[in-house]
């Protein structure tokens, strides 16, 4: 069964990175539409009206299968490296709804690859579009949402898996249980940290001197990845992975990500997006759950830095910074994507190096 061991974060390590935003042929996914058909009619005792594509964007292909009663999520995992981390996701998702966190439920997972040459995965379908749509057009109440965030995370922070980093498959499989790989946090900070950085530099995204600077400030504060219990990292917490409307949250979805890490990183997570309001909002939210740690600015500025690499990595190699307005991280504007994610690395810099306060962002 395939692991993820030696993966920091898959979109930026993955062998086969090009299918991040691979784009599926209409013959070929009218032929995965018609084994999804033939697989869900076997599988589920209902009354099958139609598999439609769901036109996701990235690395999943998504569907909507339609029942007489309703309507279903369904998604696959069909690249090359036979990824089987769906299983841990649905696991996870299960635990988050637990803690009464608005989470898609999840009906099958099935990442055997024996009747299907895929992993599929059965959810209920969630009736909102994503937070980012709202973003786009000015609607969305952005502070209150922010501050609603932050309380949803210190809740799922209550979940303490075993170790940290991503989670062992085959250990799930076998005991059912969520452990990370790594008996350090810093083993997995650290983790392809010089590949990344060599890669922007040899692409030209990073000069050396920058790339120098980088590797300087982050061994001059890696005694901040010292700690011995980690809890559950979304790792991809933005808002196009948030549904919801204009003022309130109706589900977190994409826990294909998720670790056992630092209970800062989703919230500088949201400062990879959003300006120093925004994030002070969901940390305001936090607070209203959880005790910051006393050390929590520098370790914001860190993993904000460690986050703007590896996203730098996958802008890079998906081409994103070539992308048209509509492009989804575009907003429906002008793409200065890439000038954006030089400035958040350079702002994470100069932040642990000036112990800035969060709002300069």
């Not at 690395?59 to 279903?72: D, K, L, S, V, W």
């Not at 499989?173 to 008996?183: D, F, K, R, S, T």
């Not at 740690?293 to 914001?300: C, T």
Request: with cysteine; charged share 20%; hydrophobic share 40%.
């Amino acid at each position: 069964m395939v692991g993820r061991r030696n993966i920091y974060y898959w979109k930026s390590d993955r062998m086969f990175a090009l299918g991040n935003t691979r784009k599926t042929d209409t013959a070929a996914l009218d032929e995965i539409g018609k084994q999804v058909t033939e697989y869900l009619s076997a599988h589920f005792k209902k009354d099958l009206v139609s598999v439609v594509s769901a036109h996701g964007q990235g690395n999943h292909i998504t569907f909507i299968a339609r029942y007489t009663e309703g309507e279903y999520f369904v998604r696959l995992e069909n690249g090359p490296e036979g990824d089987n981390y769906m299983a841990v996701e649905s696991h996870i998702m299960k635990l988050v709804r637990g803690q009464g966190i608005p989470c898609p439920m999840i009906y099958l997972t099935d990442v055997s690859r024996t009747k299907v040459p895929f992993a599929i995965q059965v959810m209920e379908r969630i009736n909102y579009t994503d937070l980012n749509q709202y973003t786009a057009t000015g609607q969305l109440d952005t502070l209150a949402i922010a501050f609603e965030i932050g309380k949803f995370i210190a809740r799922w922070q209550a979940i303490t898996p075993a170790g940290f980093g991503l989670f062992d498959v085959k250990a799930f499989v076998a005991e059912g249980a969520l452990l990370g790989y790594h008996q350090r946090y810093a083993d997995y900070f650290m983790l392809n940290l010089d590949y990344h950085v060599d890669f922007l530099v040899k692409e030209h995204f990073l000069t050396p001197a920058q790339s120098e600077r980088i590797r300087a400030i982050v061994r001059e504060h890696e005694s901040l990845l010292k700690f011995d219990q980690g809890c559950l990292v979304h790792k991809d917490l933005a808002f196009w992975n948030i549904l919801g409307d204009e003022r309130r949250i109706a589900a977190f979805i994409d826990w294909d990500d998720a670790i056992s890490g630092d209970p800062v990183d989703d919230l500088s997570l949201l400062a990879c997006f959003h300006p120093g309001d925004v994030v002070s909002a969901a940390v305001d939210g936090y607070r209203e759950i959880n005790t910051l740690p006393g050390d929590f600015v520098p370790r914001l500025w860190l993993h904000l830095l460690r986050n703007m690499l590896f996203k730098a990595v996958i802008r890079v190699r998906g081409n994103y910074f070539d992308m048209p307005g509509d492009f989804f991280m575009n907003n429906g504007g002008t793409n200065r994507l890439r000038q954006f994610t030089l400035e958040r690395i350079q702002s994470a810099c100069d932040g642990l190096v000036h112990q800035h306060a969060i709002l300069i962002l």
